[in-house]
């Protein structure tokens, strides 16, 4: 049976296989994640609206139609925040176990311009990354063993602070 289906996919137009594999295949929200680190190593956390019991996350959002990730990040701090920054490296991208999704965590520097309230974010405020597992919302808590990783790999913070 599977050869045959591979043999009949085989004969149709691409016009036809690209939306029978839009139908068929799974799909997945695609998001993006900043890590905006002080001089001090505390991390940006914004304080969201819409989340009642865990308001504090890291800032992004979700990508739109077509959207890059790149484009996505720096929309995404600049819709929440006002601010603008410079897109340093991506730190990994996460996958989360429960939810279709994929997440791209950048590690964002050069935080510039001054914090505007919206109706989606209320404050920003940095944090020691040792309080964030109190902090964040369940979704970011499941990437925060990996993020300490790789900030620790990449040497954003220091080996001692890290084992906090």
């Not at 919206?118 to 990437?143: C, G, H, K, N």
Request: charged fraction near 25%; aromatic fraction near 12%.
């Amino acid at each position: 049976m599977k050869q045959f289906l591979f043999s009949l996919w085989k004969e149709l137009p691409a016009s036809v296989q690209w939306p029978l594999k839009w139908l068929l295949v799974p799909k997945f929200l695609v998001g993006v994640l900043a890590v905006i680190l002080n001089n001090e190593g505390n991390v940006l956390l914004v304080q969201h609206t819409y989340r009642k019991e865990h308001p504090w996350g890291l800032p992004g959002g979700w990508l739109k139609a077509r959207e890059d990730p790149l484009t996505a990040i720096n929309r995404e701090i600049r819709e929440e925040t006002s601010f603008t920054v410079k897109i340093k490296d991506l730190l990994f991208v996460w996958s989360a176990k429960e939810h279709s999704h994929l997440t791209f965590v950048f590690f964002c520097s050069d935080l510039q311009g001054t914090f505007k309230a919206t109706e989606e974010v209320t404050a920003v405020r940095f944090f020691e990354l040792s309080r964030l597992a109190e902090l964040l919302e369940p979704s970011q808590i499941d990437l925060f063993p990996q993020l300490m990783e790789e900030l620790k790999k990449r040497e954003l913070i220091s080996t001692v602070f890290s084992q906090t």
